[in-house]
């Protein structure tokens, strides 16, 4: 990564090993290069040793010193293994225009301070050169911002909020059955508190049951988190941003056990104090266990559990459906059977002429290939790299454009056969072929959007445009294709424009090999590679469906792992229904064996225990329904092609915990109708 000498200094990192670079390296015109090392770096490929300061390497045919090397865990920005001076002055940062600063800010200013700032100073910029700089800005954002983008950090507090959800579901399941367990234990602690037991006694010996519950549980929840981060890590594996430092730390841990100890004081105080209050003249009837206060209670704390598996299942529901519907956008190409392998030209040696010939002698070898029905190379690798943008004008309205140009479009530069190779659509006119060299008439290709954007309503093959500000060189419009996504499927297709590789000779290519089984192809292709250029570093290979599988896994992610969560609290919801439901019947034992013995139908013993558990499920479903259309906004930014109040989704939520709490209520209402009455009347 090439840095400037305070890149260091900036973050606020210093080397384990000898120094970064200073100002006088970072200057034009030193006569020898520096060079940092990352410690992954430096323990891989130099055995860690403590004597490399000073010592020359050779990196893209360029020697440079080493002076230090970095500590561990330091690879800024994501995937640094070196860093070299960026001189400021060399030609390839004075023609582009794109640079990435980080700077402190001083005390007491602020962002928007810094941001006004800055643009001021890119207005005198473009004062002093109107012909390189007009029309151009610059922006500042937060670092945090810059490094965990808002739509990733809003992701991650869905989740925390999901996680939420499901501890408090668990805790109010663990708080009915402390509820029940206390009425189930009335006559001993009306016993205990006879004899001389105060109510602080009770509730320190109801509230110390639950704490131990609830260290258990914690203690459990720790070990079963050590398994699931290394099974996320899997799954998440070079999809996720920093998932790799995701880890069980001190901090975490301490977090987990707050949250335990707060759910335990919070979820098991209320249990013991309703298990306490007791009144002793009513010790001697035992029909009274079953009161009315404690039944409601439960219900109440259901009905919750109801709610909150509510929000969690729409929520799922609407992040799943939107991943089907963003796996099912057409990219605009043909992305099956595809085999993406990146080439930096410069590492075979060449220069611009020399890498248009060695692309084409690759692409002619790799084409005889067997099993390669056809090659071709764009500048972009499709859903791995971040695409090229750059300004477009039509030439009549030169006049009355800014400087900057007109409307920006996306580029590719490409060779002939890339349309062939990536399935592409020319719609219009024809595509590049051999003849559209340097020396040749310069031509352009764009996609449908763009010739909209420029000629609504008018065909655009054999207009010009000026590509790059007004200062651009015109080019003829030769075909129009298809709309394409290489880079995300998430967003609408950026207007393109494709230019021959011959005539924009960018260095770093992505050579695109379709061919039954990308797998079987890659091998032949290293091969080849060894053969027409030894010394070049073989690429890492990956298909072009791998890639987009890739692009969309951090909506995969949230999908699955909100899925995971919501079935697990549609599980415990079920499992509060089922418990409470039963424990009622269990406490109405002699009402329905009363019923029973009188004549009442079992079909009528069903109906009136279903009733209990629909009445509960329905008093939850409305307040779930209602928290649900108030909080899946939040998740608008996360959604595609899906509105956050999606009445079908909501409806077949609403339809499924409708169906579980049935299946949870049929049990217990079919063991009751079937109670032998003369057993129940015996019952104590």
């Known amino acids: 990564m090439p840095v400037s000498a305070s890149f260091f200094e900036v973050l606020g990192v210093m080397p384990a090993l000898g120094r970064t670079f200073t100002a006088a390296e970072d200057l034009p015109g030193t006569s020898s290069r520096r060079i940092v090392l990352s410690h992954a770096l430096w323990q891989a490929r130099f055995g860690a040793s403590t004597v490399i300061v000073d010592r020359m390497v050779t990196i893209d045919r360029v020697r440079f010193i080493i002076t230090g090397v970095m500590p561990p865990g330091f690879a800024f920005p994501a995937g640094a293994e070196a860093w070299v001076p960026a001189v400021p002055s060399s030609p390839e940062m004075a023609e582009g225009k794109a640079l990435g600063m980080i700077g402190r800010l001083r005390e007491g200013v602020t962002i928007d301070q810094a941001r006004a700032d800055l643009r001021a100073a890119a207005v005198q910029v473009a004062e002093r050169d109107p012909d390189a700089s007009a029309g151009w800005s610059a922006d500042v954002t937060t670092f945090r911002e810059w490094l965990v983008p808002p739509r990733f950090r809003q992701a991650l507090f869905v989740l925390l909020a999901a996680i939420g959800c499901l501890l408090l579901l668990a805790c109010a399941n663990v708080a009915n059955l402390l509820l029940?367990?206390?009425?189930?234990?009335?006559?001993?602690?009306?016993?205990?508190?006879?004899?001389?037991?105060?109510?602080?006694?009770?509730?320190?010996?109801?509230?110390?049951?639950s704490a131990l519950l609830a260290a258990l549980g914690s203690t459990l929840g720790v070990f079963l988190a050590m398994w699931l981060i290394?099974?996320?890590?899997?799954?998440?594996?070079?999809?996720?941003p920093r998932l790799d430092q995701v880890a069980l730390q001190t901090p975490v841990l301490a977090f987990a056990a707050a949250v335990g100890l707060l759910s335990c004081v919070i979820f098991g105080i209320a249990p013991a104090l309703h298990g306490s209050h007791l009144?002793?003249?009513?010790?001697?009837?035992?029909?009274?266990?079953?009161t009315r206060r404690g039944h409601r209670a439960r219900g109440a704390i259901v009905a919750v559990e109801v709610a909150l598996a509510m929000v969690l299942l729409t929520a799922a529901g609407l992040l799943t459906v939107s991943f089907a519907r963003l796996a099912a956008v057409d990219p605009g190409f043909d992305t099956a059977n595809v085999l993406a392998v990146p080439v930096e030209l410069h590492d075979a040696g060449h220069d611009e002429a020399q890498a248009v010939r060695f692309l084409a002698e690759l692409m002619e070898r790799v084409r005889?290939?067997?099993?390669?029905?056809a090659a071709g190379a764009t500048s972009t690798n499709p859903f791995r790299q971040f695409g090229f943008r750059n300004s477009v004008t039509p030439e009549e309205a030169r006049a009355y454009a800014p400087p900057?140009?007109?409307?920006?479009?996306?580029?590719?530069?490409?060779?002939?056969?890339y349309f062939a190779a990536a399935g592409v659509r020319v719609v219009e006119g024809r595509a590049f072929t051999a003849n559209d060299r340097d020396e040749q008439a310069r031509v352009v290709m764009i996609s449908q959007s763009l010739a909209k954007e420029l000629w609504p309503g008018r065909t655009a093959v054999g207009r010009r445009i000026l590509w790059g500000g007004l200062t651009g060189r015109p080019r003829e419009v030769i075909g129009v294709t298809g709309d394409i996504r290489d880079v995300t499927v998430g967003e609408e297709a950026v207007p393109m424009l494709f230019v021959p590789h011959a005539q924009v000779p960018v260095p770093s290519m992505t050579l695109l090999v379709r061919g039954p089984g990308p797998?079987?192809?890659?091998?032949?292709v290293q091969s080849t590679l060894r053969e027409i250029a030894p010394g070049m570093p073989l690429p890492a290979m990956s298909s072009v469906e791998r890639n987009r599988a890739r692009a969309s896994a951090g909506p995969r992610f949230n999908a699955w792992l909100l899925g995971g969560f919501s079935l697990i609290a549609a599980g415990l919801a079920a499992t509060g229904i089922y418990a409470m439901l039963a424990f009622a019947i269990s406490e109405r034992r002699r009402e329905i064996a009363v019923r029973l013995a009188l004549g009442a139908r079992p079909g009528r013993i069903v109906q009136m225990v279903l009733s209990d558990g629909i009445r509960l499920t329905a008093a939850g479903l409305v307040s779930g329904l209602i928290a649900a259309a108030l909080l899946t906004r939040y998740l608008e930014t996360l959604l595609f092609e899906v509105k956050p109040s999606d009445p079908v989704i909501f409806a077949a939520v609403g339809a499924a915990l409708v169906a579980l709490a049935a299946v949870?209520?049929?049990?217990?209402?079919?063991?009751?109708?079937?109670?032998?009455?003369l057993e129940g009347l015996r019952a104590d």
Do not use: K, Y
């Open 230 to 240: 290394v099974a996320i890590r899997a799954i998440g594996e070079g999809r996720i």
């Open 180 to 209: 029940a367990q206390a009425s189930r234990r009335q006559g001993e602690l009306r016993l205990r508190a006879a004899l001389g037991a105060t109510r602080s006694r009770l509730v320190r010996l109801l509230f110390t049951e």
């Open 404 to 417: 900057s140009g007109l409307v920006r479009a996306g580029w590719r530069a490409v060779t002939p056969d």
């Open 368 to 373: 005889a290939l067997p099993g390669v029905d």
């Open 664 to 677: 949870a209520s049929v049990i217990p209402a079919r063991q009751a109708s079937r109670m032998d009455p």
């Open 279 to 290: 009144e002793l003249r009513a010790s001697l009837d035992q029909n009274l266990r079953f």
């Open 519 to 524: 797998e079987r192809v890659a091998p032949l």
